[in-house]
């Protein structure tokens, strides 16, 4: 029997709908509207659909944007420098640069530039600081997709056996930390490419979270039947191979053994988007006399 499909879309347009009532809500009391400044620096495609796309869901949510653009050719003290004025300017509350960067800048230097309050991607050392002690400033972004994919699929966490494939900053790591705090409550295991007897491990997972980045890499035999399997991968195909996207899950393979799976495209894709709007809107909370952080 295939697995249940788990609606990454679905799941990210009605969280997006509750952010949207919510920005309402507190541009109303307090007259701010909350504003995300977008950096890109370069001519990679995929980033300008993301920052696009991430530009228009701020726009159906309330939210303001701007969009800062930087050469291919951009040196570091450029970018910093960037940073720095958006870091200074009260009409911006969050502040994403979009991932990767060119060749020639350190990217650590400049995520660590990003004002801590500002920092809506989670990025920031403080902020990965604070969500590693269990008390999180702000979610991070793909992660926290994830976990909003699992509770709207009723896939339990609490004593659950979940397995992380991939230690990566952006998802491995704090995914982690997200499947371990207290009230997700899961016993988590993280694992890589060079983890020993890799199936093995990955079989004993009742959640499994590939993010990996490398197409298909999850196969059938990895999976323990059942398990709920989520999938982060976003690679894209070469035209041998027919193009298009392939997640980090051999798809049609997993569909058999798994309980549920989510899909690339329309898994938790949407979701980190969905999840990058709730931050800008604590941002704005966060950065506004007389509201709550
Ligand atoms: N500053 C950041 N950079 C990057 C992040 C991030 O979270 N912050 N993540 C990725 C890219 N990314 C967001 O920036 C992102 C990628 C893909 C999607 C998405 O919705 N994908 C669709 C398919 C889209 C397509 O057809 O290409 C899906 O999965 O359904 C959202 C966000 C790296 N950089």
């Known amino acids: 029997m295939p697995a249940r499909l788990i609606d990454g879309k679905q799941t990210a347009a ?8 919510d920005v309402a809500a507190f541009t109303q009391k307090t007259g701010v509207t909350p504003h995300l400044a977008a950096v890109v620096v370069g001519e990679n495609p995929a980033s300008a659909v ?14 303001g944007s701007s969009l800062h653009a930087l050469p291919e050719s951009a040196s570091q003290a450029d970018l910093l420098a960037l940073v720095q004025d958006l870091n200074a300017d009260p009409a911006v509350h969050g502040i994403l640069v979009q991932l990767p960067l060119p060749g020639q800048i350190d990217e650590r230097a400049v995520l660590d530039a990003v004002a801590p309050l500002k920092d809506v991607d989670c990025f920031h050392p403080e902020n990965v600081g604070l969500l590693s002690q269990g008390r999180p400033r702000f979610a991070p972004c793909t992660p926290a997709g994830v976990m909003e994919l699992l509770a709207a699929a009723e ?73 709920a399997v989520i999938d982060v991968g976003i690679n894209r195909l070469p035209d041998s191979e027919g193009g298009g996207l392939a997640g980090d899950v051999d798809y049609d393979a997993v569909n058999e053994v798994a309980g549920a799976l989510t899909p690339v495209p329309g898994g938790v894709g949407p979701m980190t988007v969905a999840v990058l709007l709730r931050n800008t809107l604590t941002a704005a909370e966060l950065q506004t006399a007389g509201e709550p952080g």
């Open 14 to 21: 009605a969280y997006r709908e509750r952010v949207k009532a």
């Open 50 to 63: 993301y920052v696009r796309n991430k530009q228009r869901a701020c726009e159906q949510a309330g939210i």
């Open 155 to 227: 896939v339990p966490t609490a004593s659950a056996r979940a397995v992380v494939l991939g230690r990566s900053e952006i998802v491995g790591k704090p995914m982690a930390m997200l499947l371990l705090a207290r009230g997700a409550d899961a016993t988590v295991t993280v694992c890589h490419s060079r983890t020993a007897d890799l199936a093995a491990v990955c079989r004993e997972a009742d959640v499994l979270i590939a993010a990996i980045g490398r197409a298909k890499f999850l196969t059938a035999d990895m999976v323990k039947p059942g398990a």
